[in-house]
């Protein structure tokens, strides 16, 4: 008699590849046990299909929901979930979406995924509670340069070759011109949300290479060190105070220490 964590895994198997070899000697009662086990694969697949148009409304709008559910079965056989929670399953179906037959014919296509992806992620964030101008203050400029901070949950940097951030707001208007002039043009965006609400605000370069650096954990001298050797006159103390007056900041601590305010 096999454990039961042989049989778990060859019951995935065959829901999850299609590949009921190992299970089916299991399977006993009524004409043929290997139709009802079909049947549970699709209703595993629609489900998965489901949840994943779910998350990308915008894209279904933009190339069709025939093209967008081919793609979606496909990436179910794939890349089947690796986390237990639905929520987070479909962070790489922008990549996939782009990498499909005739997809070339929509070459932003998977940036706009992309994008409407962290816009998804961040719309669900609960903000936390936000350090004041007054605390950031206190703090000596060589520790605040030695610094790490942390930010919103609900904050996201991303960048694209094409201006996808029109492309989305367009959707959401409901505003589709009958003609769109649509070039390529490097965008640099900042995705703030939580609670069901987002916005999005375009940044230049150099603040994006700021802003980002300081999210990603780096500490905040060596933000504003990269960002001042792309433009010398970038004010880095300035775009801080602005960080942290927007509520964007959340936390502070050295780098090394790993105290925490």
């Known amino acids: 008699m096999p454990l039961l964590a042989e049989v778990?895994?060859?019951i995935r198997r065959a829901v999850v590849a299609g590949d009921p070899t190992g299970v089916a000697p299991l399977l006993v009662g009524g004409r043929d046990a290997r139709q009802?086990?079909?049947?549970?694969r699709r209703h595993y697949e629609t489900s998965l299909?489901?949840?994943?148009?779910?998350?990308?409304p915008a894209t279904v709008w933009l190339v069709g929901s025939a093209f967008t559910t081919e793609a979606a079965r496909h990436f179910v056989r794939d890349h089947p979930p690796r986390k237990p929670c639905i929520a987070e399953y479909g962070d790489e179906f922008p990549r996939f979406l782009a990498s499909r037959p005739a997809a070339e014919r929509v070459p932003y296509l998977g940036a706009f995924a992309e994008l409407e992806w962290r816009v998804?992620?961040?719309?669900?964030?609960v903000d936390r509670p936000p350090l004041t101008i007054q605390a950031m203050s206190h703090i000596d400029?060589?520790?605040?340069?030695?610094?790490?901070l942390t930010v919103q949950p609900g904050l996201r940097y991303i960048e694209a070759p094409w201006p996808v951030d029109a492309l989305l707001q367009l959707y959401l208007t409901d505003s589709a011109p009958n003609e769109l002039a649509f070039a390529p043009e490097e965008v640099r965006m900042e995705i703030r949300g939580?609670?069901?609400?987002?916005?999005?605000?375009?940044?230049?370069?150099?603040?994006?290479?700021?802003?980002?650096?300081?999210?990603?954990g780096r500490p905040v001298g060596d933000a504003a060190e990269g960002a001042l050797a792309a433009n010398a006159v970038f004010a880095p103390g300035l775009s801080l105070a602005t960080l942290v007056a927007e509520?964007?900041?959340?936390?502070?601590?050295?780098?090394?220490t790993g105290g925490e305010s």
């Open 8 to 10: 778990q895994a060859q």
């Open 36 to 40: 009802r086990l079909a049947i549970h």
């Open 49 to 56: 299909v489901t949840a994943l148009l779910g998350k990308f």
């Open 120 to 125: 998804g992620q961040v719309s669900v964030a």
């Open 141 to 148: 400029l060589d520790d605040l340069a030695d610094s790490v």
């Open 194 to 216: 939580a609670r069901g609400a987002f916005h999005l605000t375009r940044l230049d370069a150099v603040e994006f290479m700021f802003r980002r650096a300081v999210a990603e």
């Open 247 to 256: 509520g964007a900041v959340t936390g502070i601590r050295r780098a090394r």
